[in-house]
């Protein structure tokens, strides 16, 4: 089990409005937590460099200790499907209507169709890449 973990915070009014990102006019709290998948990180790489995106009703998020971007699902934390990279992913996905793109630390750029098990296509710039795509 890994040290790092998700915390998603959502005030009750929030939920009750059906607005996962409302405004906070409450003291925030823990709705839910999770140890993020893969194995510890050493060194400079310990920390967690890749920010959540929320998109519709998932959370997205890259981790140092394994080769993926995870959707965990934004109202119970469940992990509910990993992207399959070569290597960490540090930075936020962007995303259109029905596709997600994201980089990873071996220096790929990766496209996937929103809920896919394989990449639609892959890039290999040849260094490894911490930044979001545009």
Do not use: C
Not at 60 to 71: I, Q, R
Not at 79 to 88: C, D, F, M, P
């Amino acid at each position: 089990m890994r040290w790092a973990v998700l915390w998603l915070f959502l005030t009750p009014q929030a939920l009750a409005n059906g607005d996962e990102l409302g405004a906070l006019s409450e003291i925030p709290s823990i709705e839910w937590s999770r140890s993020l998948p893969g194995t510890k990180a050493s060194g400079q790489f310990h920390t967690e460099r890749s920010a959540p995106v929320v998109h519709r009703d998932l959370v997205y998020v890259g981790a140092s200790g394994s080769h993926a971007l995870h959707a965990f699902h934004v109202n119970s934390g469940n992990n509910v499907h990993q992207y399959a990279a070569e290597a960490a992913v540090y930075a936020q996905p962007v995303f259109t209507k029905d596709a997600l793109f994201f980089s990873d630390s071996a220096g790929y750029t990766y496209r996937y169709e929103i809920g896919a098990k394989e990449a639609t296509w892959s890039h290999f710039s040849g260094v490894p890449i911490g930044s979001t795509p545009t």
